[in-house]
């Protein structure tokens, strides 16, 4: 066990579960271009699932942060339509969504060597009366029990302005970890089993990190 709380974005470490609330455009493809060029970077590949953002800006963003031309491509890189990975035929299913984890996940370590990393802008999760959006919370749970098994890393993306902030509080509590000012922190409205709680979710060098932190 640790008190170690923060960890570097650039260097990413598997197994976590990330929770983001931005207030911004700007502030998301700041921090999540850190993240993937990290990513990247390391020899892992990324996979974006969006709902509004174009593909051309992210991609011209993390070349602008010097990652390669023939990495920002598939098997090492790839964006995907959020409404379509996460509700298709309009219906969100949790357990389908779980076993496209597990089943990207395999693939992704059948490719890369480095961290299989996923993000998924969850807009879609804010339209009224979509079906199958109350299980939302249950399934940000049920991915810490997967992610234990399959341990890729994920940060999930929520707009503060598209949820309320009641839902938004049973969000952040099924994420070990939270994005805040440039940090990935532990998160101390967590709730989980004791053991998801462990050192396992702390940096393994035992520092404080920013995001211009690099693990020699």
């Known amino acids: 066990m640790t008190d170690q709380a923060t960890f570097d974005l650039g260097s990413i470490r598997p197994g976590t579960h990330v929770c983001f609330i931005y207030d911004s455009a700007d502030q998301r493809l700041d921090a999540l271009g ?3 060029a990290g ?3 390391g020899g892992g590949s990324t996979t974006y699932f969006a709902c509004d953002s174009d593909l ?6 993390l070349g602008q942060r010097g990652v390669p031309l023939d990495l920002l491509a598939e098997p090492t890189f790839a964006v995907k339509s959020a409404r379509e990975v996460y509700t298709p035929g309009g219906r969100f299913d949790r357990d389908r969504m779980l076993q496209q984890l597990r089943d990207a996940y395999a693939r992704g370590r059948a490719e890369v060597d480095g961290t299989v990393f996923f993000t998924g802008e969850m807009e879609w999760a804010a339209e009224p009366g979509l ?3 109350e299980h939302l919370v249950a399934y940000e749970q049920a991915v810490n029990t997967v992610i234990r098994t399959h ?4 940060i999930c993306q929520y707009d503060a302005a598209a949820f309320d902030g009641e839902l938004l509080f049973e969000i952040v509590k099924a994420h070990p970890l939270m994005l805040v000012r440039n940090q990935i922190l532990a998160n101390p409205y967590y709730v989980g089993p004791p053991e998801a709680a462990n050192s396992d979710d702390a940096c393994p060098c035992g520092e404080t990190h920013g995001l211009d932190h690099a693990h020699a």
């Open 34 to 36: 850190r993240i993937m």
């Open 39 to 41: 990513v990247l970077r």
């Open 56 to 61: 051309d800006v992210i991609r011209d963003h």
């Open 131 to 133: 079906p199958g959006r």
């Open 151 to 154: 341990p890729f890393s994920a």
